[in-house]
């Protein structure tokens, strides 16, 4: 049972740089969100999305961009990458916008120096 | 403004002995969830355990069960029988029925089993 995989695992990215985080889940779940972890904080949305073709921001949207054009795969891109993206990445899928479980990833490691 | 507060930044507990986390939240909405979730060294989140607010019976998974008391907007989290592989982040979580599965975390709570 594959789930919900991230990829990279670990990334260490320069200022100015950019880079996808890449999502992918085998559950049919339509579904799917990116939330970022910082040191001794709980975990923040940044964007979410309903079904294919349909994205919306969540709490903290500035400095990524978001695609979703399966059902599948819901990819995050950095532009321009800033120390203030150094964070922990997890991707998550659920069935259902009401209560469901969520399913996360194992997180993507990101350090911009 | 939903916001869910974790007020013990860490917490430990003997080998076999109960722990209590506790967690509150502030919420308007009539129909929500709440969830207590686990992050191990691992770094992976795994669901404990899940409360709907519409049911008055407390939720209970095996070792695992909550103390949901609506009216305080309190849910805590009770670990009987602790084992040395519960040690790890705690996060109380909560999502309201139109918030599309949104969930809004508290900081979590860093339970250490002493063996």
New interface residues.
Partial sequence: NAGVTQTPKFRILKIGQSMTLQCTQDMNHNYMYWYRQDPGMGLKLIYYSVGAGITDKGEVPNGYNVSRSTTEDFPLRLELAAPSQTSVYFCASSYSGTGAEAFFGQGTRLTVV | AQT?TQSQ?EMSVQEAETVTLSCTYDTSESD??L?WYKQPP????I?VI?Q?AYKQQNATENRFSVNFQKAAKSFSLKISDSQLGDAAMY?C?Y?Y?G?????I????TKLSVKP
């Fill in positions: 869910v930044p929500y969830y969830f691992s770094r992976q989140m669901l899940r709907e996060f979580a999502v029925g918030s599309q599965g949104n969930l975390f508290g900081k979590g």
